[in-house]
Each structure stands twice: as structure tokens, then as C-alpha cells.
């Protein structure tokens, strides 16, 4: 089995999150949470850092990332980029790896 990555990109809402208050590296594990009762967005998938909410998953990228989850499939969110320089929306990248079962040949 090899990790895949399914997902990468800059986390929304890190301007109205606590980032500042986590002490963030890349490489840093992250947990996702899907919010169902987000009067927003009711797929919103929320990213955290420890017990803080860094922000959340693009909602362009929800629906695949829900049929991953759907499916059984485990998914490994990290902290894959920080760009201090960007604005905040711009500033957390995440990547989503999952393992795959390499395909057999027969």
C-alpha cells in the first residue's frame, strides 16, 4: 500500500479562525471535522489543529473528500505549506493522502 494524495490547497476562513494561538510546522497532523450543522454550507468540512479550528476545506473539494469518507477510506490531512506572506485565505495549505491498495496485475 502507498499514500496517495487526493487533496491539496489553501484553507478558507483561516482569517476568522485562532491559527495564531497553535503553534503550526509543516508536517503538522490535522483532524477534519464535517460540520453538517453549518448553516453556511451543511457539507463544510472543518480542519483542526489539536482542539483549534484552523479553518476549512475549499467547498469545491467537499463532495469528493465526503465520498472518500463515505467509502470507508481513511484519510491523512497535514499541514503542508504556511506562506506568512500571503493574505490569511491564502496562507494554510493542507494535503490529504489516503493509502491505496496498489493494483495487481494478473
Same mark, same amino acid.
Given at each position: 500500500? %502507498?499514500?496517495?494524495?487526493? @487533496?491539496?490547497?489553501?484553507? $478558507?476562513?483561516?482569517?476568522?479562525? +485562532? #491559527?495564531?494561538?497553535?503553534?503550526? !510546522?509543516?508536517?503538522?497532523?490535522?483532524?477534519?471535522?464535517?460540520?453538517?450543522?453549518?448553516?453556511?454550507?451543511?457539507?463544510?468540512?472543518?480542519?483542526?489543529?489539536? %482542539?483549534?479550528?484552523?479553518? @476549512?476545506?475549499?467547498?469545491? $473539494?467537499?463532495?469528493?473528500?465526503? +465520498? #472518500?469518507?463515505?467509502?470507508?477510506? !481513511?484519510?491523512?490531512?497535514?499541514?503542508?505549506?504556511?506562506?506568512?506572506?500571503?493574505?490569511?485565505?491564502?496562507?494554510?495549505?493542507?494535503?490529504?493522502?489516503?493509502?491505496?491498495?496498489?493494483?495487481?496485475?494478473?
Amino acid at each position: 500500500m %502507498k499514500n496517495t494524495e487526493i @487533496y491539496r490547497g489553501a484553507l $478558507a476562513g483561516v482569517q476568522y479562525s +485562532d #491559527y495564531q494561538t497553535v503553534n503550526l !510546522k509543516i508536517g503538522t497532523r490535522l483532524k477534519l471535522v464535517w460540520e453538517k450543522t453549518n448553516i453556511h454550507d451543511p457539507n463544510a468540512i472543518a480542519v483542526y489543529a489539536g %482542539k483549534t479550528r484552523i479553518g @476549512y476545506i475549499n467547498r469545491t $473539494a467537499t463532495k469528493v473528500l465526503h +465520498d #472518500y469518507r463515505k467509502s470507508g477510506t !481513511k484519510l491523512f490531512p497535514k499541514l503542508s505549506a504556511v506562506n506568512k506572506t500571503n493574505p490569511t485565505w491564502a496562507m494554510l495549505v493542507v494535503s490529504i493522502t489516503c493509502k491505496q491498495i496498489a493494483d495487481e496485475t494478473f
